[in-house]
C-alpha cells in the first residue's frame, strides 16, 4: 500500500503543503513546525511572511532555532492578523501602559501607606503619660517628641514628591 502523507504513520500532508497543494516530502522543512491539525497557524504565516520567505528563512537556521523562529514568526502573523497596522508593537506598547499606570498605582498607594504610618507614630499617646501631667502640656519633652515626628513626615513628603512626581502628590 503507497503512503499518500510525508512519512510512515502520517497519512496526511502539513497544513503548509495542505494549504499550498503541493505534495508534503519526508524532508519537507514545513511539516515538523506546521502540523496536519492547525492549518490556521500556517495560513496566518503564510499570509504576513509568504511561504517562500518562511521556507528560506527556516533554510537558513540551524535545526535547534527553528521551533523558536517558527514560534516567533506565528506570535507576529497573528499579531499582524489582529491588528495590521501596529502587530505585535501594538501589543508590546499597550502592555508597556499597563505597566506605567500599575506602577504610579503602586507609588501612590505606598505613599498613602508611609502617609498613614507618620499619622499613626504622631497621634499615638505618649507611653502612659495621662494628658494633665506635665510632659504632655507643653514641657520640653513633648515639644521635642512634636519635633521628631513632624521632620520625619515633611522628609518622607519630599521624597515622595520627587519619586512620583509633583502633579500625583495629592496630600
Known sequence: ???????????????ACKLLRRRCAQDCVFAPYFPADDPQKFANVH??????????????????????????MVYEANARVRDPVY??????????QQIDV???????????????????????????????SP?????????LMGSQVKPIFEMDMVVDQ????????SC
Not at 1 to 15: F, I, T, Y
Not at 58 to 64: A, C, S, T, Y
Not at 120 to 128: F, V
Request: charged content about 15%; proline content about 6%; overall charge positive.
Open 47 to 72: 499570509k504576513v511572511f509568504g511561504a517562500s520567505n518562511v521556507n528560506k528563512m527556516l533554510q537558513e537556521l540551524p535545526v535547534h532555532q527553528r521551533g523558536d523562529a517558527v514560534s516567533s
Open 162 to 169: 520627587a519619586s512620583l512626581g509633583e502633579s500625583m502628590w
Open 1 to 15: 500500500m503507497k503512503e499518500s502523507g510525508r512519512k510512515q504513520g502520517a497519512p496526511s500532508p502539513c497544513a
Open 87 to 96: 502587530g505585535c508593537v501594538g501589543a508590546i506598547s499597550s502592555l508597556q
Open 102 to 132: 500599575l506602577q504610579t498605582q503602586l507609588a501612590l498607594a505606598q505613599a498613602e501607606v508611609v502617609h498613614l504610618r507618620v499619622r499613626q507614630t504622631a497621634s499615638m499617646p505618649n507611653h502612659g503619660v495621662g494628658p494633665g
Open 135 to 143: 510632659s504632655s502640656s507643653g514641657s520640653p519633652s513633648s515639644r
